[in-house]
């Protein structure tokens, strides 16, 4: 760890966190917060991709988007997340409301729709 690094391990995965050289960090990985909301948008593409495979449906340009805005209040916390997730042109259009629908029900998304019981102690 330096400056405003942090390493960490998921899995046998070892990944970094830092934060941008304005807030005191060297750019060196994405920031926790960047970190959240990638996971909503990947959550997002394995459920809309598992939806097209079990369906017999190409993947091919299946990607999301994913923005977000800070809360300009207290205390810090994501006030939005704007996700748009981009279709294979040959999903059927009668195949789009089920998509979004499995798509808007992945797990990270259901966790922000009822959130966790969260505990910090100090070791």
Same mark, same amino acid.
């Given at each position: 760890? $330096?400056?405003?690094?942090?390493?960490?391990?998921?899995?046998? @995965?070892?990944?970094? *966190?830092?934060?941008?050289?304005?807030?005191?960090?060297?750019?060196?990985?994405?920031?926790?917060?960047?970190?959240?909301?990638?996971?909503?948008? &990947?959550?997002?593409?394995?459920?809309?991709? =598992?939806?097209? &495979?079990? @369906?017999?449906?190409? =993947?091919?340009?299946?990607? *999301?988007?994913?923005?977000?805005?800070?809360?300009?209040?207290?205390?810090? =916390?994501?006030?939005?997340?704007?996700?748009?997730?981009?279709?294979?042109?040959?999903? #059927?259009?009668?195949?789009?409301?089920? %998509?979004?629908? *499995?798509?808007? @029900?992945? $797990?990270? @998304?259901?966790? %922000?729709?009822? #959130?966790? $019981?969260? $505990?910090?102690?100090?070791?």
């Amino acid at each position: 760890m $330096t400056g405003e690094s942090y390493e960490f391990a998921v899995r046998g @995965h070892r990944m970094l *966190v830092d934060q941008p050289p304005e807030a005191g960090g060297e750019d060196e990985a994405p920031t926790p917060t960047e970190l959240f909301v990638a996971s909503l948008a &990947t959550c997002v593409a394995f459920y809309a991709g =598992r939806y097209l &495979t079990r @369906h017999g449906l190409s =993947r091919d340009g299946l990607g *999301v988007a994913v923005s977000y805005r800070m809360a300009a209040d207290r205390p810090a =916390r994501v006030a939005e997340v704007r996700l748009s997730l981009r279709v294979p042109e040959d999903l #059927p259009e009668a195949r789009r409301p089920a %998509l979004l629908a *499995v798509a808007s @029900h992945c $797990t990270v @998304h259901n966790t %922000l729709t009822s #959130p966790p $019981t969260v $505990t910090i102690d100090l070791l």
